[in-house]
């Protein structure tokens, strides 16, 4: 069964760092882009980060560029969000999702997210 796990989330303070993962396995993960999206209470689910599947590409939101790099490696079958500099406004759960390269328009593969939580 194909399966995508997210870890690294947790309680850090404003201006700290996190880096979270995505571990995927049972299905193709070097053919599929990855995705990091997060949504936080009584908000819209929004699109934070985006790699294609050979890791040439990247594309942020205005909200994190410069602060979160996404990174992924084939082999392990993994993929990284680093996020620098964090903010309350950052507080979400965040999740990782595969969509493949031929069908972009997919919903693809989703994890059930790790929390992050900014605050003092």
């Known amino acids: 069964q194909v399966q995508i796990v997210e870890s690294g989330g947790g309680l850090v303070q404003p201006g700290g760092s996190l880096r979270l993962s995505c571990v995927a396995s049972r299905f193709s993960f070097s053919n599929y882009a990855v995705r990091w999206h997060r949504q936080a209470p009584g908000k819209e689910r929004e699109l934070v980060a985006h790699i294609n599947n050979a890791g040439s590409i990247t594309n942020y939101a205005d909200s994190v560029k410069g602060r979160f790099i996404i990174s992924r490696d084939n082999p392990k079958n993994t993929a990284y969000l680093i996020m620098n500099n964090l903010k309350p406004e950052d507080t979400a759960l965040y999740y990782c999702?595969?969509?493949?390269?031929?069908?972009?328009?997919?919903?693809?593969?989703w994890g059930q997210g790790t929390q992050v939580t900014v605050s003092s």
């Open positions: 999702n595969a969509v493949p390269r031929w069908d972009p328009q997919s919903s693809g593969y």
